[in-house]
């Protein structure tokens, strides 16, 4: 998994406006997914078990923060920051603190 801070992000010297590249993948073929989720304090995604999925996972989070577990590693991430997960590793996501976690998501694979 990769967490990244999206304002220490360098701008593209050639865009006419400021813009960053968050995360860039070579190729895509197959599925694409994107959507958001608003996670309580002191809830958990999945419910139970672990989520695993055959997609490429990325996720901006936009607003609190959140920590995930993948493959056994405990992560955090806050508001500003991005993440990315590989396709196939398995990972949970939980809201430890006491404002709602808010984040974009996209699968590709």
């Known amino acids: 998994m990769e967490v990244l801070n999206i304002e220490s992000l360098p701008e593209d010297v050639n865009a006419t406006v400021p813009l960053k590249t968050v995360f860039s993948q070579a190729s895509l073929s197959g599925n694409l997914a994107m959507g ?41 991430a806050s508001s500003g920051e991005a993440t990315f997960i590989p396709a196939g590793e398995e990972h949970i996501a939980y809201n430890d603190s006491n ?6 998501w996209v699968l590709v694979g």
Request: include cysteine; charge should be positive; hydrophobic fraction near 30%.
């Open 36 to 76: 958001t989720v608003t996670i309580p304090p002191g809830k958990r995604v999945p419910l139970k078990g672990v989520s695993k999925h055959e997609e490429n996972e990325y996720s901006i989070i936009v607003k609190g923060s959140i920590v995930t577990e993948v493959n056994g590693k405990v992560y955090r």
């Open 99 to 104: 404002e709602d976690c808010k984040i974009i």
